[in-house]
């Protein structure tokens, strides 16, 4: 199972500052696991976009044996409005594309939105 985590700042709030994606969906073998290879696509894909078309780097941990990729936006992203909401632009589309992914395969992977303590 792939599990999501969105870290959003409030529940009044859109504003998303991390998101977590853990383990391995065992939909087919490595390497034939088209829901694995989709969500890396969509979440890879996302903190590329993030770097290229916006210039923020995310802080990031990944460790692919273990299926995991954590990624947070720093602080410093906020100071410039108009990025900012580029960033989170980007970060929706990819809860879109993952959420569209958990409604044809959701035996796989489960999407979960958290609340950022004293946020």
């Known amino acids: 199972m792939i599990y999501v985590t969105i870290e959003r700042l409030a529940p009044d709030s859109p504003h ?3 998101f977590v994606v853990e383990g391995h969906a065992e939909y087919d073998v490595p390497g034939k ?3 694995c290879a989709a ?6 894909g996302t903190c590329n976009s993030i770097v290229t078309l916006t210039g ?3 802080i990031h941990e990944m460790e692919r044996g273990a299926g995991l990729l954590d990624i947070t936006i720093p ?5 410039v409005p108009e990025t900012w909401s580029q960033v989170q632009l980007l ?3 990819m ?3 993952l959420r569209t992914i958990e409604q044809t395969y959701g035996d796989y992977i489960t ?3 958290i609340y950022h303590k004293g946020g």
Do not use: C, G
């Not at 969500?39 to 890879?44: D, L």
């Not at 602080?75 to 100071?79: G, K, L």
């Open 16 to 18: 998303v500052l991390s």
């Open 33 to 35: 696991d088209l829901v």
């Open 39 to 44: 969500v890396s696509a969509v979440t890879f």
């Open 56 to 58: 923020v780097i995310p």
């Open 75 to 79: 602080d410093s992203a906020r100071t």
């Open 91 to 93: 970060i929706e589309s």
């Open 95 to 97: 809860v879109v594309m």
């Open 111 to 113: 999407i979960e939105t």
